[in-house]
């Protein structure tokens, strides 16, 4: 059975840190592209960076320089770190585990920036 288990979520004010972490099964950990998305209330679900397994990454333009996406292979893990928090970053953040024709999504987890 695929699972996907995010946590790391929060409040956090503007400028703060968090980590965001998706442990992963190992039966797809090797072959899946792994990514975060977002959704907040009203907007459609949108990617904010995605790690392939030899380790390339993608970032959207609203999260580069801010945060970083890394793998621990040891662990099936992946992680978003997540940098100078601005409050139009506050969303659901759901991880996601995508391979051809396969995605495999996480339940969510909440990301709330404000003061």
């Known amino acids: 059975q695929v699972q996907l288990v995010e946590s790391g979520g929060g409040l956090v004010q503007p400028g703060g840190s968090l980590r965001l972490s998706c442990a992963a099964s190992?039966?797809?950990?090797?072959?899946?592209?792994m990514g975060w998305y977002r959704q907040a209330p009203g907007n459609q679900r949108e990617l904010v960076a995605n790690?392939?397994?030899?380790?390339?990454?993608n970032y959207s333009d609203s999260v580069k320089g801010r945060f970083t996406i890394s793998r621990d292979n040891a662990k099936n893990t992946v992680y978003l770190q997540m940098n100078s928090l601005k409050p139009e970053d506050t969303a659901v953040y759901y991880c996601?585990?995508?391979?051809?024709?396969?995605?495999?999504w996480g339940q969510g987890t909440q990301v709330t920036v404000s003061s």
């Open positions: 190992a039966s797809i950990y090797s072959l899946y592209v």
């Open positions: 790690i392939a397994p030899g380790g390339p990454t």
């Open positions: 996601n585990a995508h391979f051809l024709h396969w995605d495999f």
